[in-house]
């Protein structure tokens, strides 16, 4: 069965400060891959997506950067964190049009 | 901005009645929906789907139903029990696999 993974699960950066949150899935081969920001009592905005190795489309203008170094792999970056940037980080993966959601990242920037 | 919306943010039901929780669409070509559960602190959880054509979908204790008339899309729960306390969302596919998600309507079992 395919699973994924999210770290680190808690991050309080200050402003400035650099960024890298990591996810990887499991089981599967060539995933769509998505990273999400969900903002407290709100619903999920969709940041980035990518269909394969190297190859990433970007949702809305940010502060904020992705990479797929590997087939399975997805990394959010950012040189410098805003207060804005604050949120709970979802990952999630689909082979077709069904998406499953990691455990998230809970990021706080002060 | 989102097509897709909830009637009600916050719905509360005693426990073993059965929930309704109600989601309106905008996007008439959006041909595959989904409900998603979210805990507190957790990432979404797949609930179940539909195809735009299909009405009637049955899970375990849920059932979705899809009218495509007045783009109206419903998740009913049996028995609600108090794990189904839950922020539910629902969400289609407007445009390739990308996925647009309504707000979130917040589910609380009354004991």
């Known amino acids: 069965s395919q699973t994924i993974h999210q770290w680190p699960a808690t991050l309080v950066q200050p402003v400035g400060s650099p960024l890298s949150l990591e996810c990887t899935v499991e089981?599967?081969?060539?995933?769509?891959l998505y990273w999400y920001r969900q903002a407290a009592g709100r619903g999920l905005q969709l940041l980035f997506y990518?269909?394969?190795?190297?190859?990433i489309s970007s949702e809305v203008p940010q502060n904020l950067s992705a990479s797929r170094p590997q087939d399975r792999q997805f990394i959010l970056s950012s040189k410098k964190l805003l207060l804005s940037d604050s949120g709970f980080y979802l990952c999630?993966?689909?082979?077709?049009?069904?998406?499953?959601f990691g455990p998230g990242t809970r990021l706080l920037v002060l | 901005g989102e097509s897709v919306g909830l009637h009600l943010p916050t719905l509360s039901v005693q426990e073993g009645d059965n929930s309704i929780i109600n989601c309106a669409y905008s996007?008439?070509?959006?041909?595959?929906f989904i409900w998603y559960k979210q805990e507190s602190g957790k990432g979404p959880q797949f609930i179940i789907d539909?195809?735009?054509?299909?009405d009637k979908r049955q899970g375990q204790r849920v059932t979705v139903l899809l009218n495509k008339t007045v783009k109206h899309l419903s998740l009913q729960i049996a028995a609600t029990q108090p794990g189904d306390s839950a922020v539910y969302f629902c969400?289609?596919?407007?445009?390739?696999?990308?996925?647009?998600f309504g707000a979130g309507t917040t589910v609380t079992v009354r004991a």
């Open positions: 999630a993966w689909s082979a077709q049009e069904t998406q499953y």
């Open positions: 969400a289609e596919t407007p445009r390739d696999y990308k996925l647009s």
């Open positions: 990518s269909v394969g190795i190297g190859q």
């Open positions: 089981g599967t081969s060539n995933p769509n």
């Open positions: 996007n008439s070509a959006s041909d595959y």
């Open positions: 539909i195809r735009s054509n299909m």
